[in-house]
Each structure stands twice: as C-alpha cells, then as structure tokens.
C-alpha cells in the first residue's frame, strides 16, 4: 500500500507570505513515492508556490520540508536537482537556437565538456524523447518546435536527471490529445518506477487520466486531501472554486450572415522553419471562425502575421478594407484584439503594474487611455490580486492570462484573433473569457480563433478552418454534424478525409 509507505517530501505547516499576501499557508501534506498527486485550485490559489517552495525558488516564510524524513538541504533549484526533485514550468528554459539533441545535452549532468554528438552516451539523453515524443527529431532546432513540443522536451530534460520527484506545472494545456495521451502513458510509468509525480492542473480528464490522490488548494490553503474516487467530479469542483460551478456553457449568438470583415488574402511568409502557403479566409462581422490543427502547421506565423509582429512576404491582411499587413520593420500598432500565444513572453511588460498593462495599447500608442476603466476590467475578469499598483510579473500564471484577456476583449474591437485563450485558466475564468470573445462578436467584431482543442471549437466556433503544412486544408460549416474524427482527419491528412 502508498500509504504505508515513508513520504518522500512531507510539507509540515508551510507558509509563504509576498508582502502582505499569504500565496501559501500553513500547508501541511505528504508527497508519496509512486504515486501520482493531482494538484488543484483556482487560479491564484497558490499551487505553483508551494511547489516552488519545494524547488527552492522561495524559502518559506514559516514551516519546514522534510525529504525521506530529513530536513530538505534545498536551497534552490541546482540543491533540487542533486536531491532528485525536478520541475517542469509553465514558463520553459531551453535555448531556442540550439538542436532538440544539443538542449537535453547541455542539460545532462553526465555530458563531459567534450563529446562526439553522435556518441553512444550523447545518444543515451534521447532515450527518453524517443518514448514521450517520438515524433520530435532531436535535429530540429528548438525555435521551430511547437509550444507543446517544447514542453515535452523539458519534460525529458527533467526526467534525464533521474529526479525521484517530478514536478509538472499545467503540462497538458498545450498539448494535443494525442500528445496528452502519450504525457499520461509516461506519468503512469514513471509513477510505476517508484518516482512521485506531482500534476498541477485545472483539467479534471488529467486527474481522471492518472491521478492517484487529489490535494486541493483555496486562497494559499489546503482544503482537502484525499484518493480518487472517495469524491465526485462535482464535489472536486466545488472544493476548488468553493461553490458549485455554474451549469451554462457560454457560446456565441448564431451568425446571421454579414459581410466580410477580416480578410486574410493569399498570404506568404516564412519564419523560424516554419511557412505560410497562402492563405486566404475571409471572416465577417460576428462571426467566430475557428481555426484547428496540431501545433506547428503554422498557426502561430498566421497568427503573427494577422496581427502585424511579422511582415507578410506576399498577401495582405484587410480590415473593412484596409490594408493592416506590417511592411517591413517600421512600428506597426495593430487596430485588433490579440491574444498572443506565452503571453507572459509576448503580451505583458512584467515589471509595470497591473494597470499599465491594462492600458498597454494605449500607451504605447500615445494616445488618450480612457477606453480602459482599469478597475472595472480587474473586477470583470476577477483579476487576483486586485491592487491596479501590483506587478504583473507576480501574478499567477492564469491571472496573467486573465489579464491580457481583459485588455484585448475587455474594450469593443473591430475583430478579434485569439490564440488559446483559456491557456491555464480556472473553470470560472474560462467561461469569462468565453463569454467577453462571443461579447465582442454579439457586437459585431470579427472573431479569429485559434485552439487545439477541437471539442471546444466544435462546441463553439460558427466555422471551422483546418491548416496543416502552412495551407487551410479545410474550411467547413459548424452545423452540428461536423465530427471531432472528420476534423482529427483533417488536421493529420489521414484518408478519411477524402471520404467526408
Ligand atoms: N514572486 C511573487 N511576488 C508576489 N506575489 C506572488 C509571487 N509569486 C506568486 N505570488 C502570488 O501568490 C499567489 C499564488 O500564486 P501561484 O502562482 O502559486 O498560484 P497558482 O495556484 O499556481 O495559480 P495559476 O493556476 O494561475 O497558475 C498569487 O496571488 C500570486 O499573485
């Protein structure tokens, strides 16, 4: 039995305080070998500190680690790795310009300062890769990997260490079901060896997929603790949000079928290995167009070019008629609500405050900042902490998300491009984000929606694009007969679709 078993990590009565906030209080809970701990709370509710107080990122304010019943010599992450505890972000720490093989060397302890890459021992660090993703060519460079490739490749980077403790922060939420899938195999196994698996997640199919035991936090403090199956879904649900979630599934009006908006016309473009073939789609006023396909077909180029981070080399980019394309490097300001994919990397300056953030666009453009009622944007989208005088860069992986969702869907837009806009948020503020996406349709924007999760989009989305290679593969009406297989068909070229 587990639970017979010594911990390997006991949290006995942690505390750590930022300032006047309490991100984790008086926690006490057992990390067990062998076994898979699902991790759960709201956004903010202090799940990635208590493990960074494992980590040694932060000490704490008060309490103590204990390892296999010692107290934790951890004093930051390279005395975490030497004890075997290792930890995948949100946030990731390879090197963009270096190959899939020369990251998980440089990352290898056992890596001698000189080695032939194509030794027997250069070639051990690939065992893994080979297993969690075996579709990743260790010779690609890093920068041409998808978001969720990425993660995977860190994944393994962390496993390579041997650590006895493995620390996954929100690892399914960019990853296709397929790759989901193949990250809950590995977790199983690794769970199976003897190590302890620590899963922070708002996903309840991660928990069903592989949990063994589920902690939930609320507000720095851990409200329950306890082996699945002793509680329902719901019940789980209620313990982290601390009411019952709400029932209504927010989804845009119908289309009423306006003229076209947003018109993306035969565009061209090429970067970091990936390219765009083009692509031509046009989205009207109030309309919800979804695009779908596995990572790395070139939906973040698209998405860059759409909204002027990238220059086009061919096709141009109309709204209600206008040219907004970038040509060249001058400073291009895009007139449309967007997304970014990483928003902590592409759409926040983490040292200004909430509110300067709020008001960014604004700023940047030197104009009148009126438009953003910073206060009403912090409670609309229950931005936690609420102070318009904090950081950004202290707030919580969804918060920060919430926060560029508040600034781009939070005032009227002319159209809309979203890429994966629920990324790591809560059930609460996923349906906020839904309902201010559809809000700006209701209004008359034009919508442009990129997701991986195809039973979202379907659920949602009034038409549905599909690219694979840097093409639109398909462009299909979501009339309630469009299926998850005729879309999975699609996005992998697979023969059904010739048969649908
Ligand atoms: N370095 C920091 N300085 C100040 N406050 C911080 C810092 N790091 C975290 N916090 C605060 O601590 C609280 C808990 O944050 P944490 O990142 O642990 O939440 P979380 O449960 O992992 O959330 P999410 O699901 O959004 O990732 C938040 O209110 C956050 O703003």
Not at 32 to 39: D, K, N
Not at 169 to 186: N, W
Not at 277 to 285: H, V
Not at 322 to 350: F, K, L, M
């Amino acid at each position: 039995m587990i639970m017979d078993r010594e911990p390997l990590v006991r949290f006995e009565h942690l505390t750590r305080r930022f300032g006047e906030l309490a991100a984790v209080s008086d926690v006490s809970l057992d990390i067990r070998a062998g076994e898979v701990l699902a991790l759960l709370g709201e956004n903010g509710a202090g799940k990635s500190t208590l493990m960074k107080l494992l980590y040694g990122i932060h000490p704490p304010s008060a309490g103590r680690i204990l390892l296999d019943g010692r107290e934790s010599p951890i004093r930051g992450p390279a005395d975490a790795m030497r004890n075997g505890i290792g930890m995948v972000f949100q946030h990731f720490s390879l090197l963009p310009a270096l190959s899939v093989r020369d990251n998980l060397l440089a990352a290898w302890p056992a890596t001698p300062a000189y080695i032939g890459r194509r030794s027997k021992r250069a070639a051990r660090v690939l065992d893994r890769l080979s297993v969690i993703a075996p579709d990743i060519d260790p010779e690609r460079r890093v920068d041409t990997l998808s978001v969720g490739e990425q993660q995977l490749v860190e994944l393994c980077k962390v496993v390579n260490l041997e650590a006895r403790v493995v620390i996954l922060d929100e690892p399914t939420s960019v990853l296709t079901p397929a790759e989901a899938q193949r990250l809950y195999d590995f977790v199983l196994r690794l769970a199976a060896e003897g190590r302890a698996v620590v899963l922070i997640t708002h996903k309840l199919a991660d928990v069903e997929a592989c949990a063994d035991r589920i902690a939930v936090m609320r507000g720095g403090m851990l409200v329950a603790d306890f082996a699945k199956g002793e509680r329902t879904t719901a019940e789980t649900v209620a313990l982290m949000m601390g009411r019952p979630a709400a029932t209504a599934e927010p989804a845009p009006d119908r289309f009423a079928g306006r003229p076209a908006r947003l018109v993306l016309r035969e565009i061209t473009a090429s970067a970091a290995g990936h390219v765009l073939k083009g692509i031509s789609l046009e989205i009207a006023g109030g309309e919800v167009l979804g695009i779908a396909g596995v990572a790395g077909n070139g939906q973040t180029l698209l998405a860059e070019v759409v909204a002027g981070v990238e220059a086009p080399s061919g096709g141009d980019v109309l709204l209600d008629g206008e040219s907004i394309a970038r040509r060249g490097d001058e400073p291009h300001a895009t007139p449309i609500g967007y997304i970014p994919e990483q928003p902590r990397d592409n759409a926040v300056v983490e040292t200004m405050d909430l509110s300067a953030n709020l008001r960014l666009r604004a700023l940047a453009a030197g104009e009148a900042d009126g438009a953003y009622d910073v206060a009403a944007l912090i409670r609309r989208f229950n931005i936690a902490p609420s102070e318009p005088t904090r950081r950004a860069g202290t707030l919580s992986g969804g918060n920060l998300q919430k926060l560029v969702a508040a600034r781009e869907l939070g005032v009227p837009r002319p159209a809309v491009l979203a890429c994966y806009p629920t990324m790591g948020l809560d059930l609460g503020a996923v349906g906020t984000v839904y309902e201010a996406m559809f809000a700006q349709a209701a209004a008359g924007a034009a919508v442009l929606w990129i997701s991986e999760d195809l039973d979202d989009l379907l659920a949602r989305a009034h038409r549905i694009a599909v690219m694979r290679g840097g093409a639109i593969v398909a462009l299909v009406e979501n009339d309630g007969t469009l299926t998850r297989d005729r879309l999975g068909a699609f996005m992998t070229g697979a023969p059904a679709e010739a048969a649908a």
